[in-house]
T-cell receptor, first 109, second 115 residues
Framework: GQNIDQPTEMTATEGAIVQINCTYQ??????LFWYQQHAGEAPTFLSY??LDGLEEKGRFSSFLSRSKGYSYLLLKELQMKDSASYLC??????????WGAGTKLIIKP | TAGITQAPTSQILAAGRSMTLRCTQD?????MYWYRQDLGLGLRLIHY???????GKGEVPDGYSVSRANTDDFPLTLASAVPSQTSVYFC??????????????FGPGTRLTVL
């Protein structure tokens, strides 16, 4: 079966750095996506990785290791508005997205 | 640009009744998707459409039907609602279904409660 694993919940302090991990086992791999979802709202696109390595976009960076079936999202200089759920999704061999359950990130002052 | 709109925002429905959730996008995207999101689970694909006139089944299609008469609209119908269909439903669209950099954009969601 296909599986995406992420921690259920994480807590971090405003101004700090947090790393949210995602491991996956899917039938084929055609890219990995990270989305942000604030409570009661729609998911919004953050990043996309298809090759190994780090993609940096402002305060957010995403890393991929295809051989390990592993990705992480790194959030720097945390702000209160970063309190949200972060969803990891892998596009499989049928070009369908397989979604993790999401990591709820709580930011404390 | 509105992007993707969904209606209604929320609905309480009696079991056994039918209902259609509406989804409209103005981005001229070819592909559209319906997901349900339940607490503790990842988004699960119900049905999808790679282009107008075609539809396909996702991971959890039972009890749902869709149609894609044109590019912009992708309604989801529950023929006879059951309590297990209580969920938040998201419609999404993407420019294509197979591009390597393709990204899905989501509507605001419909919160459905079946009693």
């Amino acid at each position: 079966g296909q599986n995406i694993d992420q921690p259920t919940e994480m807590t971090a302090t405003e101004g700090a750095i947090v790393q949210i991990n995602c491991t996956y086992q899917t039938s084929g791999f055609n890219g990995l996506f990270w989305y942000q979802q604030h409570a009661g709202e729609a998911p919004t696109f953050l990043s996309y990785n298809v090759l190994d390595g780090l993609e940096e976009k402002g305060r957010f960076s995403s890393f991929l290791s295809r051989s390990k079936g592993y990705s992480y999202l790194l959030l720097k200089e945390l702000q209160m508005k970063d309190s949200a759920s972060y969803l990891c999704a892998v596009r499989d061999s049928n070009y369908q997205l397989i979604w993790g359950a999401g990591t709820k990130l709580i930011i404390k002052p | 640009t509105a992007g993707i709109t969904q209606a209604p925002t929320s609905q309480i429905l009696a079991a056994g009744r039918s209902m259609t959730l509406r989804c409209t996008q103005d981005m001229r995207h070819n592909a559209m998707y319906w997901y349900r999101q339940d607490l503790g689970l990842g988004l699960r694909l119900i049905h999808y459409s790679n282009t107008a006139g075609t539809t396909g089944k996702g991971e959890v299609p039972d009890g749902y039907s869709v149609s894609r008469a044109n590019t912009d609209d992708f309604p989801l119908t529950l023929a006879s609602a059951v309590p297990s269909q209580t969920s938040v439903y998201f419609c999404a669209s993407s420019d294509s279904a197979g591009g390597h950099t393709d990204t899905q954009y989501f509507g605001p969601g419909t919160r459905l409660t079946v009693l």
